[in-house]
């Protein structure tokens, strides 16, 4: 059970993080990514964790200016998102899933588990 916070509306520029939790060990799995979908478009790749090494994987639409984590011992993995502009607006959803390898961290059906997602509305 996945669990996604901290979306809202922040104007150009600004910045949100976004923590997933995560009940019983279901972060714990090899990889930890986020998606988007905004309105009209396909759920896209943001960024994924390899959760015991802590290798962090990016699209190039946010390389740069976002950040994956996690805390293991707290069991969240968190998106930090920095220079937001309107084309980040999205519903987020953070993923996981035993079965993901780094050849495919970017595919969906990799994903055994999603949260049920958060809006992030950047205003012009």
């Known amino acids: 059970q996945l669990q996604a916070f901290g979306g809202g509306l922040v104007q150009a520029g600004g910045f949100l993080r976004l923590p997933c939790a995560a009940s019983?060990?279901?972060?714990?799995?090899?990889?930890t990514a986020w998606f988007r979908q905004a309105p009209g478009k396909q759920r896209e790749y943001v960024a994924a964790?390899?959760?015991?090494?802590?290798?962090?994987y990016y699209a190039g639409s946010v390389k740069g200016r976002f950040t994956i984590s996690r805390e293991k011992s707290k069991n969240t993995a968190s998106l930090q998102m920095n220079s937001l502009n309107p084309e980040d607006t999205a519903v987020y959803y953070c993923a996981a899933g035993p079965s993901v390898i780094l050849s495919n961290i970017e595919s969906q059906s990799a994903y055994a588990y999603w949260g049920q997602g958060t809006q992030v509305t950047v205003s012009s």
């Open positions: 964790i390899n959760w015991n090494s802590g290798y962090t």
């Open positions: 019983g060990g279901t972060l714990s799995n090899r990889y």
